[in-house]
C-alpha cells in the first residue's frame, strides 16, 4: 500500500468517504452512486477512478455497466493502519 500520508489526503474527501459506505452494503454502477450521492455520474467517475488508483474499490464489467465493488481487504489495511496511531484506546475496544 502506498504511504499514510496519501492515505489520508484521499480519504480527506467527504464525498469518497460516502462512496466506501454505499459500497460496503453492495456493489454499484456509477449512475446509482451518483444518484444516492446527488452529485453527477462524472463527478462521481472521478472520485472512483482515485479510490481504485489507491486500490480501495475495484471494478468490473458487465456488459454496458462497470460494477464497482469495495475492496475489503485494503480497507481493513488502512483500519489496521489507523488503528496504529489512534490513541483513544478504541482498538482495544476501549473508549476515552
Known amino acids: 500500500m502506498k504511504d499514510d500520508a496519501e ?5 480527506s474527501v ?6 466506501i459506505e454505499l459500497l460496503k452494503s ?5 449512475n446509482a452512486i451518483a444518484e444516492k450521492l446527488g452529485i ?3 463527478a462521481t467517475s472521478q472520485h472512483l477512478r482515485v479510490l481504485k488508483n489507491f486500490n480501495l ?6 456488459g454496458f455497466n462497470i460494477i464497482y465493488t469495495l475492496n475489503r ?5 488502512c483500519r489496521q493502519r ?4 489512534c490513541i ?6 476501549n473508549k476515552k
Open 7 to 11: 492515505l489520508f489526503k484521499i480519504l
Open 14 to 19: 467527504d464525498k469518497r468517504i460516502e462512496i
Open 26 to 30: 453492495e456493489s454499484m454502477i456509477v
Open 40 to 42: 453527477t455520474p462524472s
Open 57 to 62: 474499490v475495484s471494478d468490473e464489467r458487465h
Open 73 to 77: 481487504d485494503s480497507l481493513e489495511k
Open 82 to 85: 489507523l488503528n496504529r496511531i
Open 88 to 93: 483513544c484506546g478504541c482498538a482495544n475496544g
